[in-house]
């Protein structure tokens, strides 16, 4: 936790007991309506994304099942399918093929069951209009999920129906071990003006430091676009409460529609409220799938007051929104914190290590990053800041772990 109390968030879904609605609707991946893109990266990789079809929700927490053909998974293949709302939290409630149930969420039990269940113990959204579920999670597990016929179970917990969009997102990467990405950065004023980033060069800087942190596991960041926005409103909204920091990446994640890159879209702004740092949109962020609730992301582009050591302020400030950034794109890539703030949650991976509830020795109900130093605070993807005897962030926590790189890897934006 920083000295301002402020901390990284990434979004948890805690389930619930709810009504169970069976309800099928059947989709055809051959039967693309609209909004196809494809092409081929600098390094050979290819990729597509097609809206499939539309579905309509019933009102409540209502489970209704569907099926999608064209999921290609096998032969360095990997498919990400992503639903999108505007009528509110949406959920991916089962997954599975003619083989396997690879994640099953059973409302009567409140329990999860499946061979994936831990990478669906998790929230995918932070606002809930917008999912994504990759598959393979991970390339390493490519064989557990053949290419073929899917069947998934979406749940609507808004009062009244909802349209939804459904689209597949894929590449083809022979061997999954490094590619390139593209930032957007949109960088928020009032007045013309932004306390981190005043210029391209400052931008430039920021791309640096990320490439830093990513190349440990071959993802570089391959180009940067820059925007500035003066837009006081915006500001002054994502400077409110949690909500009004979601309702605000929400609509900016949307008022990307229309974009041909494949960025991953960030929005900087000089304040958030609700004690944050930054918020994804989604775990894992839909490819390169402009114009979604989550095509997206935000972080505090503000100065601190402190410095790292051998920095000047001006660097420490541009550091530390580097290391926001690129948490908050590990959640896009597909990454979750390896240990949750009360220690009862962790990422399903076997080498980011646990810290759980018996390291929170003051008893305050949270794993702090110095009570868990030694175990997993050194990650990028810990899910609050390791700080110094005087509560200031140490700016070290850079380590990606082999596994984490796998699911990077993995993901479409990865090109």
């Not at 997206?296 to 007051?305: C, K, M, P, Q």
Request: hydrophobic share 35%.
């Amino acid at each position: 936790m920083s000295s301002n109390g402020k901390s990284r968030i990434g979004w948890l879904r805690f389930w619930s007991a709810a009504l169970l609605v069976p309800f099928s609707i059947i989709l055809n991946g051959c039967d693309s309506s609209s909004g196809t893109t494809d092409g081929t990266s600098s390094g050979g990789i290819t990729y597509t994304s097609s809206l499939i079809g539309s579905v309509t929700l019933a009102g409540g927490v209502a489970k209704e099942w569907f099926s999608i053909s064209g999921v290609e998974s096998d032969g360095g293949k990997v498919t990400e399918i992503v639903v999108d709302t505007t009528g509110g939290p949406i959920y991916i409630d089962s997954l599975s093929n003619s083989a396997s149930t690879y994640f099953d969420y059973n409302y009567d039990a409140n329990s999860i069951s499946g061979a994936y269940s831990a990478f669906y113990n998790f929230i995918w959204n932070a606002g809930g209009d917008s999912i994504g579920a990759m598959i393979p999670v991970r390339h390493v597990s490519a064989g557990d999920f053949p290419t073929g016929d899917y069947t998934v179970a979406l749940s609507n917990a808004s009062d009244s129906s909802a349209s939804v969009n459904v689209y597949l997102v894929k590449k083809y990467d022979p061997d999954f071990s490094k590619g390139g990405i593209t930032l957007n950065l949109f960088v928020y004023t009032v007045g013309g003006s932004n306390p981190v980033i005043s210029s391209v060069d400052d931008a430039q800087n920021i791309k640096n430091y990320i490439t830093n942190i990513f190349q440990q596991v071959g993802v570089t960041v391959n180009a940067l676009n820059v925007e500035f926005r003066d837009d006081p409103n915006a500001v002054a909204q994502a400077g409110g409460s949690i909500d009004d920091v979601g309702a605000f990446l929400d609509a900016a994640s949307r008022g990307t529609a229309g974009r041909g890159d494949t960025g991953i879209n960030c929005f900087l702004m000089p304040q958030l409220g609700g004690g944050l740092l930054g918020m994804d949109g989604a775990i894992p962020g839909p490819g390169f799938l402009h114009g979604t609730g989550s095509s997206g992301l935000v972080a505090a582009a503000t100065s601190f007051g402190f410095t790292f050591p051998g920095y000047t302020v001006h660097e420490t400030d541009q550091l530390y929104l580097s290391l926001t950034l690129a948490h908050e794109i590990g959640h896009y890539l597909g990454l979750y914190h390896p240990s949750e703030r009360d220690g009862s949650k962790h990422d399903p991976l076997s080498d980011t290590g646990e810290c759980g509830p018996a390291y929170d020795t003051n008893g305050d109900g949270r794993v702090s990053g110095p009570e868990c130093r030694g175990v997993n605070t050194q990650f990028l993807m810990f899910w609050t800041d390791d700080t110094t005897s005087e509560g200031y962030p140490t700016g070290d926590q850079t380590v990606i772990s082999p596994q984490q790189g796998e699911v990077m890897n993995t993901h479409p934006v990865v090109l």
